[in-house]
């Protein structure tokens, strides 16, 4: 299982970390993204850490401003968000698969339910 926290209301420009802890057997083993569904919108990729955390892969919008790390010992990811936008706005979700290809397509074993993240201009 995996939840996410962390979500809420923030002003443009400001910063926010999501968390994910996760339950999975085999935490360590999983590559791990983060991903976001806005109103209306297919569900998007936005970054994704591998599951030793040393290479991460960010969606074009979001490099620069979000950063993925992880904690293995905690079983915890996380998804640090700089200087959001409103365009940011959306619901975001943890996934986690032992396949980066899998992870980065979109696709993956474990998904938690996510927490909505609102940006007002």
């Known amino acids: 299982e995996l939840v996410e926290s962390g979500g809420g209301s923030v002003q443009a420009g400001d910063s926010l970390t999501l968390s994910c802890a996760a339950s999975?057997?085999?935490?360590?083993?999983?590559?791990i993204g983060w991903f976001r569904q806005a109103p209306g919108k297919e569900r998007e990729f936005v970054a994704a850490?591998?599951?030793?955390?040393?290479?991460?892969y960010y969606e074009a919008s979001v490099k620069g401003r979000f950063f993925i790390s992880r904690d293995n010992e905690k079983y915890m990811a996380f998804l640090q968000m700089n200087n959001v936008k409103p365009e940011d706005t959306a619901i975001y979700y943890c996934g986690g698969d032992l396949n980066w290809g899998r992870i980065v397509a979109g696709i993956a074993e474990y998904w938690g339910r996510g927490t909505q993240v609102t940006v007002s201009s």
């Open positions: 850490i591998n599951w030793k955390g040393y290479n991460d």
């Open positions: 999975i057997p085999g935490f360590t083993d999983y590559d």
